[in-house]
Structure formats: C-alpha cells, structure tokens
C-alpha cells in the first residue's frame, strides 16, 4: 500500500485541547516491515506550568520544558518529517486534534492502531498500547514518553499487519469490505494492495463446535452430605487456593451451609472481611450437587464477584473435589454462567442481515469488531467484546433478545450454531449455575422461562438485592429512551453517526415499491420525536429548579394541579405520535413481508423487532401514566438533558420475593458482610423477604486492633453549619499528606466531592499527589487503576466507591468517611418507605445508613497484612446518641478522637510502623 509510514505520539499537560498544550513529540519513520528510518524527538516549551502529575506521569518536567523550544519554532520540522506518508499511532486521533489546534498540517492519511486492534486482537479485554503490545510479543520502552510510545505504535502496526496478513484471505477482505464503509483507509491496511483489485466478500465464518452437555440426572432420596465429607474437602483445599489457610468462621459457615443442604431451610449469614465465604458455599453446595445430580444457582450483584467465581474459585474448587475424592475426572463437576438473552448474539438475525447484502452502514460497523470474534467464540457473549455506546444499541437489534428460534427449531438451532441454546444447554447440565441478581429477578416477572427449574439458591451480595429488585420490578420512560427507541426506526444523520435504522434497510429495496414506505416511516419519526419533547419538558415542570437531586413524588395533589394537567395534554399528543409510527411500521411490515425479494423475512425481522421496543415503550409510558396503586411509588425526575423523566418502583419488594422466589425454594442461603445493623439482621431480613430465617454472624479473623486506627476528627464542622466543606477539604488535605497519598474519600453527595475535589487539588498537587474525582477524571474502573498503579493518589468518590473497591495492600491505606450515609429525605422511594413504619429514621433510616456506613469502611482492610486509618469527618458520630451505633457496628479497632493535627501526626506514626 506504501513504502514509509510514520508512527506519531505526544505528550501534553492534560486532555482538552482547548485548553492543554504539547509538552513532548516523539516520530518514528519506518518500513512495512519495521525496520526504523529516522526519529524525531522534541520536549517542548508549554507556556505554562506542567502539572505535578503530569510530570510523574510522563517523566518530562518543568525543568525540562523551561529550557525547551516552542512549539510555532519546530512545526516546519514536524511537518517536513511526516510528510505525505501514513502517519500511525494509538489513538492518533487524540494526536493530530493537538497539533491541528496548534496549527502544524499533517498528512490526512492516519490509521489508528487501537481500532485496528479491536478488529483483529477481539477477545483483549483492554486495547491500551500496553494491552495490545503485550498481546502481540512487542516489548516497549518506558511508557508515557512520546518517541518510546511512537516506536511501540509503531511495531504494533506492523505486528497487527502481520496479523491480517495471517487471516484466510475470505475472512481478510470481508472484513475489509465492512471497514470500508466506515474507514476506507482502515480497510486498505486491512486488505493490502489486492484491495483495489478485489472487492471481497461472501465469507460466512465457521464457529467453534458446541460442546457435549450431559444431563443432570437426579437422586431419590437425596444422599446427604456428611460432617466428615466437608472435613475432607477442607485437607484438601490447599491443592487448588494457594496459601490456603484453615479459618474457624469459614468452617462454621460451611457447616451452616452443609446443614441447611441436609436438612432444608432458609438461612441469612454475615461472613466479615477474611472469612472466605465463597469457598465456604461453594464446598457445600458443590458436594450436593454432584452426589445428588441437582441444580445450585449463585446469585451475585456484580461482574466482579461473577468473573471471581467462574474463573477463580471454580476452578480451584475442581481441583479440590480432585485431590478429595468427590470426582474422578473434571468433567464430572460442571459449571456454567447464564446471562439475560439480550447479551447473546443471535446468529439467524446477524446471518441473514449479512447475506441480505443491504449496505447498513450500523451493521457494518458493529460486524468490523465481530467477524474475527466469531470464529473464536464459544459464546457469543458481548461481554467478549469491548463495544462502545453506539456499537451497543446496534447489538440490541441483533441479539437474541425477542426471538423464538429456540420454540420454531431454526436452521441455527438445529446445527449448534445458536448462541443462547448454547447457554440454555451448558446451564441445564451445571451442578453450580452463576447468575446475577438481574436475571435471577427478571425470570420472577418472566414467568421462570430463563433459568432452568432450581431448588437450591445461595445470594451472595444480598446487601443488594432489595435495590436490584426496586429496579426490575418498577420501570422508567424518558426523552433519551425514547430517542433510543425511535432511532431504531430512523436516525437521522449527524457529525457523530451516520443515517440509521431500518428506514435505512427499506431504503435498499426496490426504489418504486418501497422509497414511500421508507420516506413515511421517516416523517412519522419526526413527528413523534417532535410531540415527545413536549411532554418530557411537562414533567421537567413538576421539578423545582435545577439541583442535585431533581425528584418529586407524584401525589394526589399534583395529579390536580395545572401542572399535571399539561403533563396529561402532551401525553395526548405524544401518544397519537406513537400510534402514528406504531401503524405505518406495522404497515410496512407487512409490505416487506409480501414482496418477493429475496431479504423480505430478514428485513421484515428487523421492523418487527424495531416495532416491539416501539410498541412496549407506549405501554410503558402508558402504564406509568395511570399509576395508581398504593403498593407502588411514582415519581419524576430530571435527566442529564434536564428533560423530565417518570419513574415507578414497589413500595415493598419484600412480600414479592417471598412469595415467588423463597417460598418456593427448598434451601435459600443469603450472604453477604454487611446484613446486620447493630448486631441486628431482623432489618435486613424484613426488607429482603425472608419468613423466620436461620442466621449466622461471623466476625471477620483479621487483626483490626493492630490493623485499622478509627479516628473521629474533632474540628471539622457539623454539616449543617457553614464551612463544612471547607473543614472537610483541610481534613481530606492534611491526612492525604499524612498518608502520602494512597488514600479514597468517600462522599454522599456529588455536588460536595466536587466541591471538596476544586478545594484540594491545588495544594495535594503542589506537593506531588494526583487528586482524582469520580465523574470529573474518570469512570470508577479507572480511578481504582491509577490509585492501585500510582499511590500517590487521591480518590474522591460518591455511591459505586462505597462497595465492591477492592485494593489490598499498601495503595490504599487511608480512608476517610466525609459524611454519614444517611438516605436523602427528598428521594421518592426512600420517602415512601420511611414512611412504613412508626418511627422512619430509627426503624429505616438509621439501620439501612449503618449498613451503608459497613460497607464503605470494609473498603479499607482486605487482606490480613493490610494496614491503615479510617478517619470519620462528621461530627455527628459522636455529638448525636446514635453515632455509638455506627462505631459499635464495626470491628474492635484502635481509636482516636483528636482535632485534625493530631489525628494526621497519629494517622502518619501508624502508617510508618
């Protein structure tokens, strides 16, 4: 394709290039081959100050740039170095907006490595440099300096050209062909110099065969597991967890579990921090599943604890049942991971758009990052793929979300080839199936048609199954869904996206029978877009003034209030709009469907499915409308847009998860390290549905007295009072420096974290400490990175931050608690709660704070050698007599209740020994 590209990287004192400058240039000249022409090599003269971070960041420093070259005097150099070659690099859009905004012209020819990667490296799970680097053999220089980070661009190119290169040549120019709708260069680099002679295409890739998955084939009676079988499992732990360590409360759990198996029953168990309650249930649990042919289902709130599990302790488990004798071989215990039907690619709909050859630029797009992938996969789990946003919403229309091969045994079903018969397959044969608290509850309102028939369930992080119930039980319509939904008929072009939608599928069939058909749907689109924003903007007028927490209860009054009557009004017009789309889709459908084209049932599959999220989001909206009932909370809220949205949850998920999930189940064990509220766990049974459980509290084994100082901070004022947040930032700033760093504030609030974060980055920084703000600096995943690679970091951080963080070790060895988290007063669902119960804050608030308050200080010690200060920064935890519940709710620590400077003088002296 060309004989010389050109491998660009920069450094610059931050993101925006509005308002960040160059600091570094690095260019590296080479051959298709790699071998290495010229460099260039440039520190620049920012005009200002390189950021503290930036320079540990980079390695380039103030003393460095002062003595360097402006900019404007080396971009001849720049340009004459580049030239008209391919200029390559990671990320390189990033790259060529700084130095466009500097005004230095570059060739407009630029391939970007990192979406090269994602065509050709799928199954990576990160396509930083570094990531892909690694994955393909290329060894790089210190990071985060530009002409060592061109140089490693630079051998990545050529390693992922060697990559394509390896392709079967079908597989190389369809893959080609779907690049070039979007980026003709990319699919030049792709194809090589036969691309302008070959068009490709047709190439169907060839999946990896399903496996073998034998039946569970059940006893009766059920042989129970014996004290002495457990005991023996537990010797022989040490053959598959490493440094594996006998703990009394891991064993008494296990034996817990090992009874309510026996016996039967429903058991709620706090295991603390080090008890190692994972292995505890899955001993048991996996024990009787195998002697018994029966099903255990694994409920978790988050990915995290599900990839833990399948590819973690499971495995490891398997290797004791080994060493202990409950199996011969591996495959006589099987574990599986089910997933909602939406995260599975249906391969008729993706198959049958593909060979319809209709040029939809989405489903080209989204089949760039699939078509390598899927002679790969055994799953055709998204989850396999890193998709950003748009890419995501085109997966939804190929999904096996709303289909019924399984029911009409299509060609794919017949041959293996479905994705989700896949899933359905592997779970049915599982003695241990992982879930998570989404599916498990959204089988409930289904009917019980996605998980196959259990009788045995273990909820680990049941802290959150009330939460995660209120969500799928209740429902929420708003401006952007219904954009999301509207667009899957029609998207009209934009700098962002081009054209999509079916319109844009109708819109490539024969121009005479369907170029109306497609210029009504896109007219009826605009129209219902168009009747939408009125009556979003209505319920936006039920809000007072923009703030933080923009909710308001939907009462009696305000359904008689002129308000509410112009939220009727637009709904009236809105609903006709609906209706519009609704009829003239239908009507297209049924055109398509007669048409003797050869893509009529494929494209009529795609304006069905489209049709169904139209058809459920006016049912919704609907619904909501006319919300009533007094077991249910209505209210509205304000978007990002700061359109209005309406929302309604139960007001109780307790009494629904009795009856349709608990009772129903022969063994429940729910889990988790934070169920109890003063050494009480009657509230959290109330609110999760239990009828008289079994309970179990264990401690945690680490050593919290030597482990955590607990420091109450004297002299930072009461959040009511003025300055509160001033003396929160001069608390957070001082023990920040204290701890040099390695530290996380935790806040209940996201206008007082930004607030605080403004307030204390020019000092932390000052001296060489990175301050970093979630939603400001980056997502949480980002933030628990830099904090775990670079400890010289604070990280400030709202809700997700309370839980789940989990950083052993030195880098995170400060923790300071900002504000007690308690529920907000104006949040509708908390409100409508309280409200059960005959004294709201002693009865709810209280207990549901102190169990919050758990979970954020458990975010400190996770491991027995960890080390560290908890400082608590709200007064209240002493002035007010409940405070004492939220102290004595923890472990025995070693405690202090100073003013600020001695609490950072303590907190330092613990943290040096």
């Avoid at 994602?118 to 680097?133: D, F, I, K, S, T």
């Avoid at 608590?872 to 070693?894: A, H, M, N």
């Amino acid at each position: 394709m060309t004989s010389t590209y050109v491998a660009l990287d920069l450094e610059t004192t931050g993101l925006d290039p509005e308002r960040d400058r160059i600091i570094e240039v690095g260019a590296v000249r080479f051959d298709p081959d790699g071998n290495e022409l010229d460099t260039l090599s440039y520190i620049v003269n920012p005009g200002r100050e390189v950021p503290a971070f930036i320079e540990r960041f980079t390695g380039v420093t103030n003393e460095m740039t002062i003595r360097a070259p402006k900019l404007a005097s080396i971009r001849l150099d720049i340009e004459r170095f580049v030239g008209d070659a391919v200029v390559v690099g990671h990320n390189i859009g990033f790259d060529l907006h700084f130095l466009a905004r500097e005004g230095i012209r570059v060739s407009p020819k630029a391939v970007d490595t990192a979406g090269l990667a994602r065509y050709l490296l799928p199954a990576l799970q990160g396509h930083g440099l570094m990531e892909v680097a690694g994955a393909l053999g290329v060894e790089a220089g210190d990071h985060h300096r530009a002409l060592n980070d061109a140089r490693t661009a630079a051998a990545v190119f050529v390693g992922l050209l060697r990559n394509a290169e390896g392709l079967p040549e079908s597989q190389r120019f369809q893959l080609a062909r779907f690049v070039s709708m979007h980026e003709p260069l990319l699919a030049q680099v792709i194809a090589g110099d036969e691309w302008d002679k070959r068009s490709g295409g047709g190439h169907i890739p060839v999946l990896r065969p399903a496996r073998e998955h034998p039946p569970l084939e059940p006893r009766e009676p059920r042989i129970p597991i014996l004290v002495e079988d457990l005991r023996r499992a537990f010797e022989a732990a040490p053959a598959g967890f490493e440094r594996f360590e006998q703990r009394p409360e891991q064993l008494e759990m296990a034996e817990a579990v090992r009874s309510a198996f026996h016996r039967g029953g429903h058991w709620l168990i706090e295991a603390g921090t080090g008890v190692g309650k994972s292995l505890a249930y899955l001993l048991p649990a996996a024990l009787h599943a195998i002697q018994n042919g029966e099903r255990v289902v694994i409920s978790t709130n988050t990915i995290a604890l599900q990839e833990q599990l399948l590819s973690k302790d499971i495995p490891a488990l398997r290797e004791v049942l080994l060493s202990a004798g409950a199996i011969k071989a591996p495959d006589e215990f099987r574990a599986a991971l089910l997933k909602g039907r939406s995260n599975y690619l249906c391969m008729k709909r993706w198959v049958g758009n593909y060979a319809a050859g209709l040029g939809d630029p989405d489903f080209a797009r989204l089949s760039s990052a699939m078509l390598v992938w899927l002679s790969e996969t055994e799953t055709g789990d998204r989850s396999e793929l890193n998709l950003d946003p748009s890419e995501w919403v085109t997966w939804q229309r190929f999904s096996a979300q709303d289909t019924d091969c399984l029911a009409r045994q299509d060609r794919h079903v017949r041959e293996g080839n479905c994705f989700l018969l896949r899933a359905r397959q592997a779970a049915e044969s599982a003695h241990i199936l992982v879930v998570n608290h989404a599916l498990l509850l959204a089988d409930l309102v289904a009917g019980g048609s996605a998980i196959p028939d259990f009788d045995h369930l273990i909820i680990d992080e049941a802290h959150n199954l009330e939460d995660a119930a209120t969500n799928q039980f209740g429902g929420s319509v708003s401006m952007r869904k219904t954009v999301d939904v509207l667009d899957g008929i029609y998207r009209r072009p934009s700098r962002d996206h081009r054209e999509g939608g079916v319109v844009t599928l109708v819109r490539a069939l024969p121009e005479a029978a369907f170029g109306p058909v497609a210029k009504s749907l896109e007219e009826a689109v605009a129209r219902c877009t168009e009747k939408a924003r009125p009556f979003f903007d209505a319920l936006a007028m039920l809000l007072p003034p923009t703030g933080e927490d923009d909710r308001v209860l939907i009462t009696g009054g305000i359904r008689h209030s002129d308000v509410w009557g112009r939220v009727e009004s637009a709904w009236h017009d809105f609903e006709i709009g609906l209706r519009d789309v609704e009829a003239r889709v239908s009507t297209a459908r049924k055109l398509i469907s007669e048409a003797a084209i050869e893509s009529a049932e494929v494209l009529a599959g795609e304006v069905d499915s489209a049709l169904r999220k139209v058809s459920d989001l006016h049912l919704q909206a609907a619904q909501l409308l006319g919300a009533t009932a007094d077991d249910l909370i209505l209210w509205a809220g304000r978007d990002r847009d700061t359109t209005g949205t309406l929302n309604v949850a139960p007001l109780e998920v307790g009494p629904r998860l009795w009856e349709e999930l608990l009772s129903r189940r022969r063994v429940v064990v729910a889990t988790s390290a934070t169920l109890s509220a003063n050494n009480d766990m009657s509230f959290a049974s109330k609110r999760l549905g239990f009828e008289d459980p079994q309970v179990l509290q264990l401690g945690s084994p680490f050593d919290y007295p030597n482990a955590t100082l607990l420091c109450a901070v004297e002299d930072v004022p009461d959040p009511s009072e003025r300055g509160y947040l001033e003396g929160v930032a001069r608390a957070v700033v001082e023990l920040t420096l204290a701890s040099d760093g390695r530290a996380l504030a935790l806040f209940t609030s996201n206008a007082a974290l930004r607030r605080v974060a403004d307030l204390v980055r020019p000092e932390l920084e000052a001296a060489g400490i990175i301050a970093l703000a979630q939603g400001v600096d980056g997502s949480p995943k980002q933030l628990t990175d830099q904090l775990r690679n670079n400890p010289r970091t604070l990280v400030l951080g709202t809700s997700s931050f309370w839980e789940g963080v989990d950083i052993r070790g030195d880098a995170l060895s400060m923790l300071m608690i900002a504000r007690l988290p308690f529920g907000v007063p104006s949040d509708p669902v908390f409100k409508a709660r309280s409200e059960q119960y005959d004294d709201p804050f002693g009865q709810y608030s209280l207990p549901a704070a102190i169990l919050k308050f758990r979970q954020g200080f458990g975010r400190l010690i996770r491991d027995k050698d960890d080390r560290g200060v908890v400082a608590l920064l709200d007064r209240r935890i002493w002035e007010k007599r409940y405070g004492k519940q939220f102290v004595d709710s923890l472990p025995d620590c070693t405690r202090l209740k100073a003013p600020m400077d001695v609490v950072a003088r303590h907190a330092m002296e613990w943290l040096e020994r």
